[in-house]
Structure formats: structure tokens, C-alpha cells
């Protein structure tokens, strides 16, 4: 069987699945971009290419090729992409077995929360955010409001942010929760607030300002841009990034995090508050009990009562601080 027929028949299997858009669109990405490696190592054109050339030579070639022009966390999915395809290949009798066993593959970077830096950073931000400090083309201080506090109270990803309506809000004044479809289409609800009702509602109000011909409809994507049209990925997360930047507070987000330390400041409160990992999974919607975990540990509320309980510490105390006379009287 040709290549390129398998990887239509792998994406066929994964229908029922019902992948993101964004997934797929990663997945083809990886597919593609290591066929044409291999077609440069075989010499042979990818219409030509046969699923039982896929061999360990071949694909620790390509891989070693593609390795040389990509980060690793880039190789990391692109070998994982490979391995769900060639396993799908394996059950379809279309190969004997999976030669992804024998490709090398970066180490899994261990996982490491990234919120905000800084106590109040986030008071700071939605402060600022709230002043109009945002001095964009065309100011829209009601829509970046909510942008972060979707992120800062809901844990939303840029994927869930951009599939919100307006009916995603629903329940009564104190019982309200925001459902939001999550990564790999796990569905999940969170509670939220009055003050996010208030808060949408003020930009709804804006958004009809704004653009008087264009109909809203409960079912209409809630997050636009400065056209009325629904903000796209690339947009929301340069909404983020310059609110950061005129807050002046660039040098507090973690690099490589934007729009996700948001995310990552709501599970880190939320451990540091006493939630459990079980609870962070419900509302973060994580598949894996162990990366909710992970806030927890950073949190560290442990560790740092282990820490405190150095007796070194005592030490210093004496040396450098000021020891507390217990019958001197309190204020």
C-alpha cells in the first residue's frame, strides 16, 4: 500500500475520535514533513512511496535530518505522530511491526508550571488591563478584560477561549458555570462568579457599539477581533502578550508561556489554596491525574514546611533576627 493512502485511511480511523482542528492540522504537519525526508533518503517520490519501505534505517535517517532543524519538543511530537500512524499501520496488517522502536527520540522534558511571577501580578494586570493601559490601534479594554480573566478565574486554553458563546455561560446569580468543549473533546464545566456575567455582559454591550449591522446570536463565537469577526489564535495570543507589555510586566511571564500562564497562574492559586490534584484535574481539564499533580508539587507547600524546619534556620534567627520575648506584651 502507498504511503499517502495509509495516512488517508489513519485519518479516516481517527474520525470517530473527533481531533481538533488544530490536532489534525499538527498531525498532517508531522506526517508531511517526515515523508519528504524519507522520499530524500529513498529516492523516490512520495506517490510512490511504500508503507513497507517504512524501515528503521529509513525513518532514523529522516528523523536524524528533521532532528537537525527542529527544537526537540518539535521531533518529540513529530515521533509520536509516527507512532500512532505506524501502529495503525501494524493493526491493519499493512506492516509486520512498529520500527518507531528503534528511532531515537528526545527525553520528556520533565513538566514545570509557569505562572506568573510575582504576588500580585495578576491584581497588577487586570488593573492595568481595566485602565485602558492597552494602547492598541483601536482600544478594547471590555474584551481584554474578559480575554484574562477568562484565564486568571477559568483556566481557559487559547482553543477553548476562541470557541465561546455566549450560551457557554449559563445557571443562576451563584450558581453560575461556564462549559466550555475542551482538548480531546473532554467537555467540562466551571464555576465561576456574578462578576463574569458582568463582565461579558460589558463587552456584549461594547461589541453592539462597536458594530451596530452585525447580528449576536447566542451561538455566535463570543471572542472577536477589531474587525467583528472571530479572533483567530494568532491574534489572541498578541492581544495577551501586549497587555503584558504595557502593564510592565514583560520580565514576570515565564518565556515560552503568554497566554498559557494565565492558565498556569489559575491551577497554582488553586494548589496553593488547598485544592486537591483531583479537583484541578475536574477544572483544568487535564486527562491525566499526574500533570494536575505536578501544581501541587510546585506549589510546594510541603517541601517548604520541610524546609522551614531546618534547624539552621534557628541559627540565623539568633545571629540576624529580632527573638520574640513571650511575656512581652502584644498590640
Known amino acids: 500500500m502507498k504511503v499517502l493512502a495509509a495516512q488517508s485511511a489513519f485519518f479516516a480511523a481517527r474520525r470517530p475520535r473527533k481531533d481538533s482542528p488544530h490536532t489534525t492540522d499538527a498531525y498532517r504537519r508531522d506526517l508531511a514533513g517526515i515523508t519528504t525526508l524519507l522520499c530524500t533518503t529513498l529516492d523516490r517520490d512520495a506517490e510512490d512511496l511504500e508503507v513497507d519501505e517504512l524501515t528503521a534505517h529509513a525513518l532514523r535517517a529522516a528523523f536524524g535530518a528533521f532532528a537537525d532543524n527542529h527544537a526537540k519538543s518539535s521531533v518529540l511530537r513529530a515521533w509520536s505522530t509516527w507512532n500512532q500512524f505506524l501502529t495503525f499501520c501494524v493493526s491493519d496488517n499493512l506492516l509486520p511491526g512498529n520500527p518507531m522502536g528503534a528511532v531515537a527520540r528526545p527525553k520528556t522534558p520533565p513538566l514545570s508550571p509557569k505562572p506568573l511571577r510575582g504576588e500580585d501580578t495578576p491584581e497588577v494586570l487586570l488593573r492595568s488591563v481595566a485602565d485602558g493601559a492597552r494602547r492598541a490601534r483601536d482600544p478594547w479594554p471590555e474584551r481584554d478584560v474578559l480575554v484574562i480573566a477568562l484565564g486568571l478565574v477559568a483556566g ?36 465561576v462568579e456574578p462578576i463574569m456575567a458582568r463582565i461579558i ?26 474587525t467583528g469577526e472571530p479572533i483567530g489564535r494568532g491574534g489572541l495570543e498578541y492581544l495577551v502578550k501586549s497587555c503584558y507589555r504595557w502593564a510592565g510586566l514583560h520580565d ?31 477544572l483544568l481539564g487535564h486527562a491525566s491525574l499526574a500533570t494536575s499533580q505536578n501544581y501541587i508539587e510546585a506549589t510546594g507547600r510541603e517541601q517548604r514546611a520541610a524546609a522551614a524546619s531546618n534547624r539552621t534556620y534557628r541559627s540565623l534567627d539568633q545571629l540576624i533576627g529580632t527573638p520574640v520575648d513571650d511575656e512581652s506584651p502584644v498590640d
Open 156 to 191: 481557559l486554553r487559547s482553543a477553548e477561549m476562541r470557541t465561546l458563546t455566549a450560551d457557554s455561560l449559563a445557571g443562576r446569580p451563584g450558581e453560575m458555570r461556564l462549559h466550555i468543549h475542551g482538548k480531546g473533546s473532554r467537555d467540562r464545566s466551571i464555576p
Open 252 to 282: 514576570r511571564v515565564p518565556v515560552g508561556a503568554n497566554l498559557h500562564a494565565l492558565r498556569h497562574t489559575f491551577a497554582t492559586r488553586l494548589a496553593e489554596d488547598g485544592a486537591t490534584a483531583t479537583e484541578i484535574m475536574r
Open 201 to 226: 455582559e460589558a463587552y456584549l454591550e461594547s461589541c453592539a457599539q462597536r458594530f451596530p449591522r452585525k447580528r449576536f446570536g447566542r451561538s455566535t463565537k463570543l471572542l472577536l477581533d477589531r
